[in-house]
């Protein structure tokens, strides 16, 4: 079963665009949520992340939407740059439980972002 | 500023020989320690974190144990290696629960 899914394997976008990755989680116990980067034969680099208790967290070009009636989260990227083509990791746990599933991020399959020039 | 490293990047091990992963972390101190593993096709699944020296937990019952000899070192290890240990392997710090978590560059161990 599946908790974290990235139903998009890949998005084109054209350089200066926004890039827009989404997000669905089913697990209503998640209350925090990370996104990360991973360039090929590299392991994944932390981007931005946001708990429960907000709807959004920017940071730079980089900004994290959570709806969590809908069970759905999205990175933002404006202005995409050429740089920015990697795969894009959603990841989500529950840090409100004090047991050991605590420590365990569940990640998404990914989506391989190519920025355009 | 925080660094991890990990070797080796790549393995090939022959089935039943021993394994043993290396994990050190910088410029951090009593930081959480995980190894997670992602096998062909699947998500990355966590095996072991450890919140502190000589504290191992781990998540799945498996082949492969971990050990903390000291505050920045996770080691990983297996006595004899079977070929569904096959995989990609990622060492990664957080500073405490609820953190971010930081990655290795992996290694990716071949069991022929």
């Known amino acids: 079963d599946q908790q974290v899914k990235q139903n998009s394997p890949s998005l084109s976008v054209q350089e200066g665009r926004i890039s827009i990755l989404n997000c669905d989680y089913t697990n209503s116990m998640f209350d925090y949520f990370l996104w990360y980067k991973k360039y090929p034969a590299e392991g994944p680099t932390f981007l931005i992340s946001?708990?429960?208790?907000?709807d959004k967290n920017e940071d730079g070009r980089f900004t994290v939407f959570l709806n969590k009636s809908a069970k759905h989260l999205s990175l933002h990227i404006v202005p995409s740059q050429p740089g920015d083509s990697a795969v894009y990791f959603c990841a989500a746990s529950v840090v409100s439980y004090s047991g050991a599933g605590s420590y365990q991020l569940t990640f998404g399959k990914g989506t391989k972002l190519s920025v355009i020039p | 500023s925080q660094t991890i490293h990990q070797w080796p990047a790549t393995l090939v091990q022959p089935v039943g020989s021993p394994l043993s992963l290396e994990c050190t972390v910088e410029g951090t101190s009593n930081p959480n320690l995980y190894w997670y593993r992602q096998a062909a096709g699947r998500g990355l699944q966590l095996l072991f974190y450890?919140?502190?020296?000589?504290?191992i937990s781990s998540e799945v019952p498996q082949n492969l144990s971990a050990s903390r000899p000291q505050d920045r070192q996770f080691i990983l290890s297996s006595k004899k290696l079977l070929l569904s240990d096959s995989g990609f392997y990622l060492c990664?710090?957080?500073?405490?629960?609820?953190?971010?978590?930081?990655f290795g560059d992996g290694t990716r161990l071949s069991i022929l």
């Open positions: 946001i708990s429960s208790i907000k």
């Open positions: 990664a710090w957080s500073e405490d629960q609820g953190q971010p978590q930081h």
């Open positions: 450890s919140v502190g020296i000589g504290q």
